[in-house]
């Protein structure tokens, strides 16, 4: 992918939050990059996203993903489903442990095409420290309704807050 990047939503965590939006995308770039680093929780959990229309979430049973599942202390594991309501972006990060923080990039497809599906390409890394080694997810995923969408919603898989983090949606000009 070529070209250079457009920095259009930026949202830094430095206290307890739900959710973090980034929003702003419509037809002036073909892809966008999301990148999110530092991120941490308040409890054990993963970190999901979501794609939202017109500003709120959607979370309809209409993601379906497949991932490898990497880790360096075990062998890696293929996943998918089909109709769930989110898609985890990380795997588990660990609560209350410096070292650990969810860390990942994903590449946004078809976001403005209102007769297409959105599609996500992610890839994502942290320190697990109650195993004391890298894991993380590569894969992607797809909204499967064909209507246009203006941006990403990430939030812990379970309910917890975000504690700290840096999330970011860059344009990549065509």
């Known amino acids: 992918m070529s070209g250079s990047l457009k920095l259009i939503d930026e949202e830094v965590v430095s206290s307890n939050t739900a959710t973090v939006s980034l929003t702003g995308i419509n037809s002036t770039y073909d892809v966008y990059k999301v990148v999110i680093s530092g991120v941490k929780v308040s409890s054990d959990d993963a970190i999901s996203i979501r794609v939202t229309k ?15 599942y990497i880790k360096a202390d075990a ?13 985890d972006f990380t795997a588990t990060v660990d609560a209350d442990v410096a070292a ?4 990942g990039v994903g590449y946004l497809f078809n976001f403005s095409n209102s ?6 390409s992610y890839e994502s890394a ?4 109650n195993d004391n080694t890298v894991r993380g997810f590569i894969g992607g995923f797809v909204h499967t ?3 246009a969408s203006d941006g990403v919603l990430f939030k ?3 309910g917890q807050n975000i504690t ?5 949606l860059y344009g990549i000009s065509k």
């Open 54 to 68: 017109s500003g709120s979430a959607d979370d309809s049973a209409n993601y379906d993903e497949a991932k490898l």
């Open 75 to 87: 062998s890696s594991t293929n996943g998918g489903a089909e109709n769930q309501t989110q898609i």
């Open 100 to 103: 650990s923080s969810g860390n």
């Open 115 to 120: 007769s297409e599906y959105s599609y996500v």
């Open 126 to 129: 942290h320190f697990q420290y």
């Open 145 to 147: 309704v064909a209507s």
């Open 156 to 158: 812990t898989n379970t």
């Open 164 to 168: 700290a983090g840096t999330f970011r």
